[in-house]
Protein backbone atom coordinates (compact mmCIF):
# COMPACT_ATOMS: atom_id res chain seq x y z
CA UNK A 1 0.00 0.00 0.00
CA UNK A 2 1.49 3.35 -1.10
CA UNK A 3 1.15 5.95 1.96
CA UNK A 4 1.64 9.78 1.19
CA UNK A 5 1.84 13.20 3.17
CA UNK A 6 2.50 16.51 2.02
CA UNK A 7 5.69 18.58 3.37
CA UNK A 8 7.55 21.94 2.32
CA UNK A 9 10.94 23.08 1.80
CA UNK A 10 12.39 25.92 4.38
CA UNK A 11 14.48 28.90 2.98
CA UNK A 12 17.64 26.70 4.05
CA UNK A 13 16.67 23.46 1.88
CA UNK A 14 15.27 21.72 5.11
CA UNK A 15 12.46 19.01 4.61
CA UNK A 16 10.63 17.95 7.35
CA UNK A 17 9.95 14.09 7.51
CA UNK A 18 6.02 13.35 8.29
CA UNK A 19 5.72 12.30 11.86
CA UNK A 20 3.53 8.98 10.71
CA UNK A 21 6.53 8.06 8.44
CA UNK A 22 9.03 9.02 11.07
CA UNK A 23 8.64 5.56 13.61
CA UNK A 24 11.92 4.02 12.73
CA UNK A 25 13.72 7.25 12.69
CA UNK A 26 15.93 8.91 15.46
CA UNK A 27 18.01 11.45 15.38
CA UNK A 28 21.20 11.58 13.78
CA UNK A 29 20.28 8.51 11.35
CA UNK A 30 21.95 8.84 7.66
CA UNK A 31 19.73 9.06 4.68
CA UNK A 32 20.90 8.75 0.75
CA UNK A 33 19.39 10.61 -1.63
CA UNK A 34 18.42 9.77 -4.92
CA UNK A 35 17.10 11.81 -8.13
CA UNK A 36 15.50 9.69 -11.09
CA UNK A 37 14.37 12.36 -13.38
CA UNK A 38 11.45 13.70 -10.90
CA UNK A 39 11.71 11.69 -8.03
CA UNK A 40 13.70 12.12 -4.91
CA UNK A 41 13.88 9.52 -2.95
CA UNK A 42 15.14 9.01 0.63
CA UNK A 43 16.56 5.38 1.68
CA UNK A 44 18.27 4.75 5.34
CA UNK A 45 21.80 4.26 4.50
CA UNK A 46 20.95 1.25 7.20
CA UNK A 47 19.01 -0.19 5.22
CA UNK A 48 21.39 -0.63 1.91
CA UNK A 49 24.10 -2.56 1.79
CA UNK A 50 27.38 -1.60 2.61
CA UNK A 51 29.25 -1.50 -0.56
CA UNK A 52 26.60 0.21 -2.35
CA UNK A 53 27.08 3.02 0.30
CA UNK A 54 30.97 3.14 0.28
CA UNK A 55 30.32 3.20 -4.26
CA UNK A 56 28.12 5.87 -3.34
CA UNK A 57 30.53 7.92 -1.50
CA UNK A 58 33.52 7.05 -3.84
CA UNK A 59 31.42 8.37 -6.39
CA UNK A 60 30.76 11.78 -4.81
CA UNK A 61 34.37 12.35 -3.91
CA UNK A 62 35.18 11.52 -7.77
CA UNK A 63 32.74 14.46 -8.63
CA UNK A 64 34.00 16.61 -6.05
CA UNK A 65 37.82 15.97 -7.45
CA UNK A 66 36.46 16.49 -11.12
CA UNK A 67 35.24 19.75 -10.10
CA UNK A 68 37.76 21.00 -8.34
CA UNK A 69 40.43 19.90 -11.20
CA UNK A 70 37.69 21.81 -13.89
CA UNK A 71 38.49 25.29 -11.71
CA UNK A 72 42.38 24.42 -11.53
CA UNK A 73 42.61 23.36 -8.16
CA UNK A 74 45.31 20.53 -8.53
CA UNK A 75 48.66 19.65 -8.44
CA UNK A 76 51.63 18.23 -10.53
CA UNK A 77 53.86 15.81 -9.60
CA UNK A 78 57.17 14.05 -11.77
CA UNK A 79 56.44 10.39 -11.82
CA UNK A 80 59.11 9.45 -9.14
CA UNK A 81 57.40 11.87 -6.74
CA UNK A 82 53.67 10.72 -7.56
CA UNK A 83 55.17 6.98 -7.02
CA UNK A 84 56.53 8.53 -3.47
CA UNK A 85 53.31 10.21 -2.86
CA UNK A 86 51.09 6.69 -3.37
CA UNK A 87 53.25 4.99 -1.49
CA UNK A 88 52.23 6.57 1.62
CA UNK A 89 48.31 5.91 0.91
Same mark, same amino acid.
Request: hydrophobic share 40%; charged share 35%; glycine share 4%.
Given at each position: ??????? /???? /??????? !????????????????????? $? $? !?????? !?? /?? &?????????????????????? &?????????? /??????
Amino acid at each position: MVEFETT /KMSS /KGQVVIP !LSFRKNIKEGDTFIVLKNNDQ $I $I !LKPAST !LE /KQ &FAEDIEFAKRTEEAWQRFDKGE &FKTLEFDDFI /KEMKTW
